[in-house]
């Protein structure tokens, strides 16, 4: 299973990424970079 993790931190991703990975799940992070999407999302206490 893939799923779109909405970060531009690949730290965070990849932090992530190993938790899922140790907890054996089977699941692939992808993120905005990687489908293309490159607009800069604002995030306040609306977005939440």
Do not use: P, S
Request: hydrophobic share 35%; no cysteine.
């Amino acid at each position: 299973m893939k799923i779109i993790y909405a970060t531009g931190n690949v730290g965070k991703k990849n932090q992530v990424q190993e938790f899922l990975k140790y907890n054996n799940y089977n699941v692939e992070l992808i993120t905005l970079k990687d489908i293309g999407f490159n607009e800069e999302i604002e995030e306040n206490r609306r977005n939440l």
